[in-house]
């Protein structure tokens, strides 16, 4: 995996009433059209999801393209819905690769997984709506890598 050839996601956990797949995959196949191939999600509910899901469907039309799950602790899906672990889980099966830290949560470990997202890309498309979050830690902290950030949240 080469970093200039890499994107990763950051996102909200919860998305704005208005957001549609859409954006992020015209954003993603700009990005294949600068030559990025690899594309890592931290594999949380949201955004993190969308982006891999966007990412599986370009996939068919894309088949160099590959999805990396960089998951921050053993049992980051303990308090979700059902359905969300299904998706969960059907993502990871789905990705050509997985990074998992072996422990159970802790404090600071979404932090870590995040700025190793951003210390491996050259590129990130955000879903940032400007608050104070771990998406805009996640931002501030690749903008300083010298990551190309796009964020495609929409205020409309």
């Not at 990025?36 to 966007?54: K, L, N, P, S, W």
């Amino acid at each position: 995996m080469a970093k200039s050839n890499t994107c990763f996601f950051t996102g909200h956990r919860v998305l704005a009433s208005n957001f549609t797949p859409n954006r992020l995959e015209k954003g993603i196949e700009y990005l294949i059209g600068q030559g990025v191939d690899t594309f890592i999600t931290g594999g949380a509910i949201g955004f993190d999801t969308e982006a891999a899901q966007a990412v599986l469907r370009l996939k068919k039309k894309y088949p160099n393209i590959q999805l990396h799950i960089y998951v921050p602790c053993r049992n980051q899906d303990a308090k979700w819905k059902l359905t969300q672990k299904i998706t969960y889980n059907s993502l990871l099966k789905k990705a050509d690769h997985i990074e998992m830290n072996d422990r159970d949560y802790y404090e600071g470990c979404m932090l870590e997984r995040n700025r190793k997202m951003a210390d491996a890309s050259s590129y990130c498309i955000a879903y940032y709506n400007g608050s104070r979050s771990g998406t805009g830690n996640a931002v501030n902290y690749a903008k300083k890598q010298g990551v190309t950030v796009y964020n495609i949240y929409d205020k409309d």
